[in-house]
């Protein structure tokens, strides 16, 4: 685990730079939200961010195959599908596997 915690570590300066922000977990779920959205940085309600956290869990959840995107609704959000429930894995380890999809998704990116 410290190699993971190594890398989560990374990410979360590197991120921090580059915003210039103290980059905690939400706000990596919710860059990656407004990536997956693609309307880019604006000014956000706060059930606006709380969607784009949202978004985000669902993209990750997706790369580790328990959601599936079946399309978007009439407001251009994705919609997606449960294929296996994540309410079924352990806090920790839901925590544990989306800290492992945010690595792998925002080094792809950044």
């Known amino acids: ?3 993971k915690s190594n890398e989560w570590e990374e990410l979360l300066i590197k991120v921090s730079k580059r915003f210039n922000v103290l980059a905690d977990f939400d706000f990596l779920l919710f860059i990656i939200g407004i990536q ?11 059930q606006d ?23 978007v609704d009439e407001e251009g959000w994705p919609e ?9 894995i352990a806090p920790s380890e839901r925590e544990a596997m989306l800290k492992k999809a945010m690595i792998a998704y925002l080094n792809d990116k950044l």
């Open 36 to 46: 997956e959205r693609g309307q880019g940085f604006q000014k956000y309600e706060k």
């Open 1 to 3: 685990m410290s190699d």
């Open 49 to 71: 961010k709380m969607d784009m956290i949202n978004l985000a869990r669902c993209v990750l959840f997706e790369q580790c195959g328990y959601y599936k995107q079946k399309g």
């Open 80 to 88: 997606f599908e449960v294929l296996k429930k994540v309410e079924d």
